[in-house]
């Protein structure tokens, strides 16, 4: 357990549903992220969230749809998905960057997401 | 672009033996990080162990070590004595060391090797 907690572990949704994911962290770091796991790809970054504020857009398409209400919390919306977005999503927390040299990011468990 | 190349897609070993995992990067950047990270079945990915470019000494965690050549931009990591918890994907990562309002966060992960300890 490393302190950050994502849920639901499991979703299934159809093409026209929305829902959310959820990530929660209560380790006093400030930056938040969502990373996309895909099978046989490399783990790719969608989303940064520094105190709160979006910092980095990995060029993900607008049905993803990131919240960060506050530094404990990061949401990733989801609306009118493909079955190609079918994959692992992981949250991730830091420290701020302002002690720049603590650079370890502390990873959930994830959410397997299929889509149908 | 920065890439990073894991070109063991799977590995095994026995228990108590030694293993090397291979990672490669490119990049043209000077001061960044490097990273293991450990995913075992239950997905939570574990710092295994990281190294700072600037420091020519190779970093050590019990077990875990690496070879960091930084010329031929090669970060393999050593796992001594396996145990069967060792099993998990491995992926090796790197990041970029920005002043402030760059891309921080931005880990950029090899495609993993599978690493199979076997009793």
């Known amino acids: 357990e490393t302190g950050v907690t994502q849920t639901p572990r499991h979703l299934v949704m159809g093409m026209t549903n929305k829902k959310s994911l959820k990530c929660e962290q209560h380790l006093g770091h400030n930056a938040m992220y969502w990373y996309k796991q895909s099978a046989k790809k490399p783990l790719e970054l969608m989303f940064v969230?520094?105190?709160?504020?979006?910092?980095e857009n990995n060029s993900v398409p607008s049905r993803f749809s990131p919240e960060c209400p506050n530094s404990s919390h990061l949401f990733l919306h989801l609306h009118t998905l493909q079955p190609e977005d079918s994959a692992l999503y992981l949250c991730?927390?830091?420290?701020?960057?302002?002690?720049?040299?603590?650079?370890?990011?502390?990873f959930g468990q994830g959410t397997r997401l299929t889509v149908v | 672009a920065q890439t990073v190349t894991q070109s063991q897609p799977e590995m095994s070993v026995q228990e108590a033996e030694t293993v090397t995992l291979s990672c490669t990067y490119d990049?043209?950047?000077?001061?960044?990080?490097l990273f293991w990270y450990k995913q075992p079945p239950s997905r939570q990915m574990i710092l295994v162990i990281r190294?700072?470019?600037?420091?020519?000494q190779n970093a050590t965690e019990n077990r875990f070590s690496v070879n960091f050549q930084k010329a031929a931009k090669s970060f393999s990591l050593k796992i001594s004595d396996s145990q069967l918890g060792d099993t998990a994907m491995y992926f090796c990562?790197?990041?970029?060391?920005?002043?402030?309002?760059?891309?921080?966060?931005?880990?950029?992960f090899g495609k993993g090797t599978k690493l199979s300890v076997k009793p």
């Open positions: 190294q700072e470019a600037y420091k020519q």
């Open positions: 990562a790197f990041m970029p060391d920005r002043n402030y309002g760059g891309s921080q966060g931005n880990l950029i």
């Open positions: 991730a927390s830091s420290q701020d960057w302002v002690g720049r040299r603590n650079t370890e990011a502390f």
């Open positions: 990049t043209s950047e000077n001061n960044y990080y």
């Open positions: 969230y520094n105190f709160k504020e979006q910092t």
